[in-house]
C-alpha cells in the first residue's frame, strides 16, 4: 500500500501563510496525480488543488486561486501546498491525496490513497 505522511499545518492569524508537506513512501511518486482536498466541520470534503506527474499542469479550487500554490520534487517524493494570504474560512483539516493516472478528478472517491490530514486554523 502507498503510504502518505503529513506535515505542516497549525493556528495563524489572518493573513499568515502555510506550508503543508505530504511525503510519499515507495519509488513510483513521480507517476503520481497528487491532490489536496480539506474538509471543515460539518461540511463535505472538498478539493483544493491537484498536480500532474510531471509538475507541469495545475488545478486549483476557485477559493484559492492565487492565493495557493501545490508543487511537487519529485526527488524527495514530496508534494507541497504553499498557502498565502490565509483567511478564517480556510480553517479545515487538509488531506493529501494521490492516484496513478494522470487525469485529475475533483471528487474524493477516485483518489484511492490519503494523508492522515492535518489541521490549519485560521484567526480573524
Known amino acids: 500500500q502507498v503510504q502518505l505522511v503529513q506535515s505542516g499545518g497549525g493556528l495563524v492569524q489572518a493573513g499568515a501563510s502555510l506550508n503543508l508537506s505530504c511525503a510519499v513512501s515507495?519509488?513510483?511518486?513521480?507517476?503520481?496525480?497528487m491532490a489536496w482536498f480539506r474538509q471543515a466541520p460539518g461540511k463535505e470534503r472538498e478539493f483544493v488543488a491537484a498536480?500532474?506527474?510531471?509538475?507541469?499542469?495545475?488545478n486549483y479550487a476557485d477559493s484559492v486561486k492565487g492565493r495557493f500554490t501545490i508543487s511537487r520534487d519529485n526527488t524527495k517524493n514530496t508534494v507541497y501546498l504553499q498557502m498565502n494570504t490565509l483567511k478564517p474560512e480556510d480553517t479545515a483539516v487538509y488531506y493529501c491525496?494521490?492516484?496513478?493516472?494522470?487525469?485529475?478528478?475533483?471528487?474524493?472517491?477516485?483518489?484511492?490513497?490519503w494523508g492522515q490530514g492535518t489541521q490549519v486554523t485560521v484567526s480573524s
Open positions: 515507495g519509488r513510483t511518486f513521480s507517476t503520481y496525480t
Open positions: 498536480i500532474r506527474w510531471s509538475g507541469g499542469s495545475t
Open positions: 491525496a494521490a492516484r496513478g493516472a494522470t487525469i485529475v478528478v475533483f471528487t474524493p472517491r477516485g483518489w484511492p490513497y
